[in-house]
């Protein structure tokens, strides 16, 4: 994955507003790379123009040799389905659908063979076979944030995007889901772009990049 | 494939939480009602079908001056049809020394085809329903004959060289028709007797008819029969079949079929706002949803066609409850409404189902469908940034695709297109003007805030800065509150005030052919014997041959009505005073010195359908003398009153002097039919009309139309509840949010409940005066130019609307915040 120049500009209600200035970042495949830096600093931004979540304002973004720019909404999405995976830190799991539908819908959107047994697979690597048919608001917060990096992993994405992923976890929990987190990325040789405000977690990946006021000061 | 199982998934989802329910219930509603008329009206055109028939007394009939060649007959019943033949004939009828001009119709076993013939062992004896035809040498008279001839049962007449003996009062065959007034007694005889009468010689003037009839049910018989007839050429026969008959009766029941069928559109379009307000609030719950499944990959069209086949489903399902529903709400109608009809309506076809699932579709589709594609255009990024919300909808999208929905279903409800595109501006008008209104009493609302306290100024701020919303509420609640009161206090001040112009003495019977000379004495008796203080007013006969001094052709007028109207003679009368149930509507009536002028008075719906206007010079053939005169004022005539009642008038000079005989109308009680028989001996030339019968009939479709209005209407009110409950949710999850904030600042229940109830009053009294006025602009409206009629204002609409719509809102609003006023703040903000 590649960022060049990446620039990103809002019009708020004081004027023309730079999140992000002239952002150069390269990841290789495999690769684990950390996004820190205060509230406010454009990490989530950041995550989402390398995720093809949204448009740069400036520059462009190249994931897997596409640049995310040139394609339109459908296209972005199809990469997005295909090839990369999501963990966010307030679980966006779907409230009406049980742990292991929930699953299997990236396996169903990129039209998988037999999606519920994957789906019953990953479930089952993330400890929660025995939970697959509880719904979001019947598990805990690490159990939901569980079947997130399940629905991650399920598409075998090439680079998954977490962001703030133990942001709603207490201190233990969260150092569980850390642990699974990379234990997966690392079976599976996935690309990881972890955004955190925790050092510790931080440390955890093969580098890190630290924004500050929407550049990269390291 | 894909996007099937994720909408049936989402479908059963989405029902589980209840999400869907309120669209469900609206489209159940529009497509209820939508149905239930639908086969109700279906059931009454049969049956009246039916009734046409039995105004023809059969099938099909031919008609012809000569005799009917029998191969013709020997085809109908070869073809499986019956048959039987009629011959009528105007005569001299003979008792004693009277002699009196008679219709005679001679019949055969098996007339009438449809239908049946009535019967009385007296004159105004009771009537009673006979199989029978008169046996030969037998005749049956109709009451004018007996009272003209002053026969009883059991006199004998001649006719021709035939002798007959008169052994029942006739009082009703199905097909005897034509004009009250122009038509001569009748004598019905045996068909054997013919000969005997020596009457039936060549050139005699003689009416032939075959009437024909096939199975009940089987019109492909008919069909197949007219069809091969057709196609024989033959020149001087006419065939009249039940399409032909009574063209009026087909008019009555395509403008009750209208009128209905607005009635319903009005319950689709308040379903339809129901529908939209749901699904708004439906799809901004599925801003977040969608936003995963985009940032998990989901194409935009992928969103579309699982939402469209979602709402799909939901409108099929739906629509068919509706269809079901509807069908049992006709059976309850027609089963209330069957004192009211003498026969069984026949069954309902299937095809307002057809209609029903259309509608149903239309509705979620034009009304949801806008709403719900805004999720396509939901932005995957918001799973990180929750604030980011699709562009809104522009108007034309929402209100466009509403439009052309309720244009869509506009052609199956009223075939008029004037009609339907008036209410539909109606709807638009009237939905516009509220919603002005709405607007305007939130800004004034506004400028109280500085002079109450905290918790009124906290609930007056909210209706202000959601004003768009607010607006929306008290619209949609305003609509349904206004039927409301339309359904209530003013459709009885209306309907009462209709009925009450029919009152129980309404005149029953008619009195004609009274002369000049009598008309002193007929009055003085009605009025010693009988107490009754009736009005003798003249008849004149007269054919208008031109207008403005261009000759009258019934050729050139398009209407049936008007060709039908200037092809036969008028009855013209003259007066002094304008009758007390007349209301000038242009010009003005006569003084007393205006004798000099030829002056005419035009009913209004008759100078419509002529074309004569205020002003134009009328010319009239009377006796054999032109008469031309000014049109110097056009009335509105009460009809339904049943008192006599002229097309046209003129002042007293110019009719005067032509001869006239008399006519009134007057109201005798059951108990004093004796008085009838009475008046006939001392008065032999006139001819009395009973209009009881017509009266009763008139009397029970009143009743008929205004129960279905009712009926529909309830449909129109529920869609009212849907709305209000529809309105409520929109913006409750809101409120509650804002009453945990409140209350995590400190505020306390009391002060949380105090502001709440300040919103949910307000809301409440704006509702209801909007309501009120609307009701009442409303009322005026439909008794100015619907009813005819002065109407005072019912100052209860003004006290009950604000009234009913406050306590409404109220106890609803508090309901649905109940738990959060028992909640813990966080518990709330954690779920919110």
Same mark, same amino acid.
């Given at each position: 994955?590649?960022?060049?120049?990446?620039?990103?500009?809002?019009?708020?209600?004081?004027?023309?507003?730079?999140?992000?200035?002239?952002?150069?970042?390269?990841?290789?495949?495999?690769?684990?790379?950390?996004?820190?830096?205060?509230?406010?600093?454009?990490?989530?931004?950041?995550?989402?123009?390398?995720?093809?979540?949204?448009?740069?304002?400036?520059?462009?973004?190249?994931?897997?040799?596409?640049?995310?720019?040139?394609?339109?909404?459908?296209?972005?999405?199809?990469?997005?389905?295909?090839?990369?995976?999501?963990?966010? =830190?307030?679980?966006? $799991? #779907?409230?009406? @659908? *049980?742990?292991?539908?929930?699953?299997? !819908?990236? +396996?169903?959107?990129?039209?998988?063979?037999?999606?519920?047994?994957?789906?019953?697979?990953?479930?089952?690597?993330?400890?929660?076979?025995?939970?697959?048919?509880?719904?979001?608001?019947?598990?805990?917060?690490?159990?939901?944030?569980?079947?997130?990096?399940?629905?991650?992993?399920?598409?075998?994405?090439?680079?998954?995007?977490?962001?703030?992923?133990?942001?709603?976890?207490?201190?233990?929990?969260?150092? =569980?889901?850390?642990? $699974? #987190?990379?234990? @997966? *990325?690392?079976?599976?040789?996935?690309? !990881?772009? +972890?955004?955190?405000?925790?050092?510790?977690?931080?440390?955890?990946?093969?580098?890190?990049?630290?924004?500050?006021?929407?550049?990269?000061?390291? | 494939?894909?996007?099937?199982?994720?909408?049936?998934?989402?479908?059963?989802?989405?029902?589980?939480?209840?999400?869907?329910?309120?669209?469900?219930?609206?489209?159940?509603?529009?497509?209820?009602?939508?149905?239930?008329?639908?086969?109700?009206?279906?059931?009454?055109?049969?049956?009246?079908?039916?009734?046409?028939?039995?105004?023809?007394?059969?099938?099909?009939?031919?008609?012809?001056?000569?005799?009917?060649?029998?191969?013709?007959?020997?085809?109908?019943?070869?073809?499986?049809?019956?048959?039987?033949?009629?011959?009528?004939?105007?005569?001299?009828?003979?008792?004693?020394?009277?002699?009196?001009?008679?219709?005679?119709?001679?019949?055969?076993?098996?007339?009438?085809?449809?239908?049946?013939?009535?019967?009385?062992?007296?004159?105004?004896?009771?009537?009673?329903?006979?199989?029978?035809?008169?046996?030969?040498?037998?005749?049956?008279?109709?009451?004018?004959?007996?009272?003209?001839?002053?026969?009883?049962?059991?006199?004998?007449?001649?006719?021709?060289?035939?002798?007959?003996?008169?052994?029942?009062?006739?009082?009703?065959?199905?097909?005897?028709?034509?004009?009250?007034?122009?038509?001569?007694?009748?004598?019905?005889?045996?068909?054997?007797?013919?000969?005997?009468?020596?009457?039936?010689?060549?050139?005699?003037?003689?009416?032939?008819?075959?009437?024909?009839?096939?199975?009940?049910?089987?019109?492909?018989?008919?069909?197949?029969?007219?069809?091969?007839?057709?196609?024989?050429?033959?020149?001087?026969?006419?065939?009249?079949?039940?399409?032909?008959?009574?063209?009026?009766?087909?008019?009555?029941?395509?403008?009750?079929?209208?009128?209905?069928?607005?009635?319903?559109?009005?319950?689709?379009?308040?379903?339809?706002?129901?529908?939209?307000?749901?699904?708004?609030?439906?799809?901004?719950?599925?801003?977040?949803?969608?936003?995963?499944?985009?940032?998990?990959?989901?194409?935009?069209?992928?969103?579309?066609?699982?939402?469209?086949?979602?709402?799909?489903?939901?409108?099929?399902?739906?629509?068919?409850?509706?269809?079901?529903?509807?069908?049992?709400?006709?059976?309850?109608?027609?089963?209330?409404?069957?004192?009211?009809?003498?026969?069984?309506?026949?069954?309902?076809?299937?095809?307002?189902?057809?209609?029903?699932?259309?509608?149903?579709?239309?509705?979620?589709?034009?009304?949801?469908?806008?709403?719900?594609?805004?999720?396509?255009?939901?932005?995957?990024?918001?799973?990180?940034?929750?604030?980011?919300?699709?562009?809104?909808?522009?108007?034309?999208?929402?209100?466009?695709?509403?439009?052309?929905?309720?244009?869509?279903?506009?052609?199956?409800?009223?075939?008029?297109?004037?009609?339907?595109?008036?209410?539909?501006?109606?709807?638009?008008?009237?939905?516009?003007?509220?919603?002005?209104?709405?607007?305007?009493?939130?800004?004034?609302?506004?400028?109280?805030?500085?002079?109450?306290?905290?918790?009124?100024?906290?609930?007056?701020?909210?209706?202000?800065?959601?004003?768009?919303?607010?607006?929306?509420?008290?619209?949609?609640?305003?609509?349904?509150?206004?039927?409301?009161?339309?359904?209530?206090?003013?459709?009885?001040?209306?309907?009462?005030?209709?009925?009450?112009?029919?009152?129980?003495?309404?005149?029953?019977?008619?009195?004609?052919?009274?002369?000049?000379?009598?008309?002193?004495?007929?009055?003085?008796?009605?009025?010693?014997?009988?107490?009754?203080?009736?009005?003798?007013?003249?008849?004149?006969?007269?054919?208008?041959?031109?207008?403005?001094?261009?000759?009258?052709?019934?050729?050139?007028?398009?209407?049936?009505?008007?060709?039908?109207?200037?092809?036969?003679?008028?009855?013209?009368?003259?007066?002094?005073?304008?009758?007390?149930?007349?209301?000038?509507?242009?010009?003005?009536?006569?003084?007393?010195?205006?004798?000099?002028?030829?002056?005419?008075?035009?009913?209004?719906?008759?100078?419509?359908?002529?074309?004569?206007?205020?002003?134009?010079?009328?010319?009239?053939?009377?006796?054999?003398?032109?008469?031309?005169?000014?049109?110097?004022?056009?009335?509105?005539?009460?009809?339904?009153?049943?008192?006599?009642?002229?097309?046209?008038?003129?002042?007293?000079?110019?009719?005067?002097?032509?001869?006239?005989?008399?006519?009134?109308?007057?109201?005798?009680?059951?108990?004093?039919?004796?008085?009838?028989?009475?008046?006939?001996?001392?008065?032999?030339?006139?001819?009395?009309?009973?209009?009881?019968?017509?009266?009763?009939?008139?009397?029970?479709?009143?009743?008929?139309?205004?129960?279905?209005?009712?009926?529909?209407?309830?449909?129109?009110?529920?869609?009212?509840?849907?709305?209000?409950?529809?309105?409520?949710?929109?913006?409750?999850?809101?409120?509650?949010?804002?009453?945990?904030?409140?209350?995590?600042?400190?505020?306390?229940?009391?002060?949380?409940?105090?502001?709440?109830?300040?919103?949910?009053?307000?809301?409440?009294?704006?509702?209801?005066?909007?309501?009120?006025?609307?009701?009442?602009?409303?009322?005026?409206?439909?008794?100015?130019?619907?009813?005819?009629?002065?109407?005072?204002?019912?100052?209860?609409?003004?006290?009950?609307?604000?009234?009913?719509?406050?306590?409404?809102?109220?106890?609803?609003?508090?309901?649905?915040?109940?738990?959060?006023?028992?909640?813990?703040?966080?518990?709330?903000?954690?779920?919110?």
């Amino acid at each position: 994955m590649q960022a060049e120049q990446l620039g990103k500009q809002v019009t708020g209600p004081g004027g023309e507003l730079t999140i992000l200035h002239n952002i150069n970042l390269e990841l290789r495949e495999g690769e684990s790379m950390a996004v820190v830096g205060v509230s406010g600093s454009g990490k989530s931004t950041l995550l989402g123009l390398m995720a093809g979540l949204d448009v740069a304002s400036s520059g462009r973004v190249l994931l897997d040799g596409n640049d995310l720019g040139s394609l339109d909404e459908d296209g972005r999405a199809r990469l997005r389905n295909h090839r990369v995976g999501f963990v966010f =830190q307030s679980f966006q $799991l #779907l409230p009406g @659908l *049980n742990a292991l539908e929930n699953v299997m !819908l990236p +396996l169903e959107l990129a039209g998988s063979d037999d999606p519920q047994a994957q789906a019953r697979e990953r479930l089952a690597e993330v400890g929660l076979a025995e939970r697959m048919y509880h719904y979001p608001s019947q598990l805990s917060g690490g159990e939901q944030q569980r079947v997130a990096i399940a629905r991650a992993f399920a598409g075998e994405p090439r680079i998954l995007f977490a962001d703030e992923p133990t942001g709603n976890l207490d201190q233990k929990t969260a150092g =569980q889901i850390i642990d $699974l #987190l990379f234990r @997966l *990325n690392h079976e599976r040789g996935t690309t !990881l772009v +972890l955004v955190t405000h925790d050092p510790a977690i931080a440390g955890h990946c093969d580098r890190t990049v630290t924004l500050a006021g929407g550049e990269i000061v390291s | 494939m894909k996007s099937l199982q994720l909408a049936l998934t989402s479908l059963k989802r989405d029902w589980r939480s209840g999400e869907l329910a309120l669209i469900a219930i609206a489209v159940v509603i529009a497509v209820t009602s939508l149905t239930s008329v639908g086969f109700f009206t279906d059931r009454v055109r049969k049956a009246t079908e039916q009734q046409a028939t039995e105004l023809l007394a059969a099938d099909l009939v031919l008609r012809s001056r000569e005799p009917i060649p029998s191969p013709i007959r020997e085809a109908a019943l070869e073809q499986g049809l019956t048959a039987t033949q009629t011959l009528s004939f105007r005569s001299i009828v003979v008792h004693g020394d009277n002699m009196q001009m008679a219709e005679a119709k001679a019949v055969e076993q098996g007339y009438p085809q449809r239908g049946n013939l009535r019967t009385a062992d007296e004159l105004f004896g009771p009537e009673s329903i006979t199989e029978h035809i008169p046996a030969p040498g037998q005749a049956w008279a109709d009451a004018r004959l007996l009272q003209s001839l002053d026969l009883r049962v059991g006199d004998r007449v001649d006719i021709g060289a035939a002798g007959l003996t008169v052994t029942q009062v006739l009082t009703y065959e199905p097909d005897r028709g034509g004009d009250l007034f122009n038509i001569a007694p009748r004598l019905l005889m045996n068909m054997a007797d013919i000969p005997e009468t020596e009457l039936i010689l060549p050139g005699s003037r003689i009416d032939y008819h075959l009437l024909l009839a096939g199975d009940s049910g089987d019109s492909a018989g008919i069909t197949g029969f007219r069809e091969w007839f057709e196609n024989r050429g033959y020149e001087n026969i006419r065939v009249q079949g039940i399409r032909d008959a009574r063209p009026e009766l087909k008019t009555a029941l395509e403008r009750a079929e209208q009128f209905l069928g607005l009635a319903v559109l009005v319950s689709i379009a308040l379903a339809g706002l129901a529908v939209a307000m749901s699904a708004q609030r439906y799809a901004l719950r599925h801003f977040d949803n969608c936003a995963i499944m985009r940032c998990l990959g989901a194409e935009q069209g992928l969103i579309t066609r699982i939402y469209f086949i979602q709402l799909f489903i939901l409108a099929l399902v739906s629509a068919a409850l509706g269809c079901a529903l509807g069908y049992a709400a006709q059976g309850s109608l027609a089963a209330l409404m069957a004192g009211l009809s003498k026969e069984a309506l026949p069954q309902a076809s299937l095809r307002p189902v057809f209609t029903g699932m259309a509608t149903g579709l239309i509705t979620i589709l034009g009304f949801a469908m806008p709403q719900v594609m805004r999720l396509r255009r939901v932005p995957p990024l918001r799973v990180l940034r929750r604030d980011l919300e699709p562009l809104p909808l522009s108007g034309i999208a929402t209100y466009g695709t509403a439009l052309l929905a309720l244009a869509l279903l506009a052609p199956w409800q009223s075939g008029n297109s004037l009609l339907t595109a008036y209410t539909l501006a109606g709807i638009v008008v009237t939905l516009l003007l509220l919603a002005l209104g709405a607007r305007l009493l939130i800004l004034a609302l506004g400028r109280l805030r500085s002079r109450v306290g905290l918790s009124i100024r906290f609930g007056l701020a909210n209706i202000a800065r959601r004003s768009h919303l607010s607006m929306v509420q008290i619209l949609g609640l305003g609509l349904g509150i206004m039927v409301m009161l339309l359904l209530t206090l003013v459709r009885t001040d209306l309907l009462d005030t209709w009925r009450d112009r029919l009152p129980d003495d309404a005149p029953n019977y008619f009195l004609i052919n009274i002369q000049p000379e009598e008309v002193e004495k007929v009055r003085g008796f009605l009025k010693d014997r009988g107490r009754i203080d009736a009005q003798l007013q003249p008849m004149i006969r007269g054919r208008l041959t031109a207008i403005n001094g261009n000759e009258v052709d019934p050729g050139s007028y398009g209407n049936d009505r008007a060709r039908r109207l200037v092809a036969r003679e008028f009855n013209l009368s003259w007066a002094k005073e304008m009758q007390a149930d007349n209301r000038l509507e242009a010009g003005q009536w006569w003084s007393g010195n205006e004798v000099d002028r030829n002056l005419f008075s035009v009913e209004e719906g008759i100078g419509a359908t002529l074309g004569i206007e205020l002003g134009d010079s009328l010319t009239w053939q009377v006796a054999g003398r032109e008469i031309t005169g000014t049109v110097s004022n056009l009335r509105w005539v009460e009809w339904d009153s049943f008192h006599v009642n002229f097309f046209v008038v003129a002042n007293p000079g110019t009719l005067e002097d032509y001869p006239a005989t008399y006519i009134s109308s007057f109201y005798i009680p059951d108990t004093h039919k004796e008085l009838l028989i009475e008046l006939v001996r001392n008065f032999p030339s006139i001819t009395i009309i009973d209009v009881d019968a017509i009266l009763t009939q008139v009397r029970s479709v009143m009743e008929q139309v205004v129960r279905a209005i009712e009926f529909v209407f309830i449909f129109t009110v529920l869609s009212g509840i849907v709305i209000l409950i529809a309105a409520m949710q929109t913006t409750h999850r809101e409120r509650i949010h804002e009453s945990a904030q409140l209350s995590t600042l400190g505020a306390s229940r009391g002060q949380i409940l105090a502001g709440l109830i300040a919103e949910f009053v307000c809301l409440g009294l704006l509702t209801g005066i909007l309501a009120a006025f609307a009701a009442t602009v409303v009322e005026v409206l439909l008794a100015e130019y619907v009813f005819k009629m002065h109407i005072v204002i019912n100052p209860l609409v003004w006290i009950i609307a604000p009234l009913a719509s406050t306590l409404i809102i109220t106890a609803c609003g508090l309901l649905g915040m109940r738990s959060v006023l028992n909640t813990p703040p966080m518990t709330v903000l954690r779920r919110v």
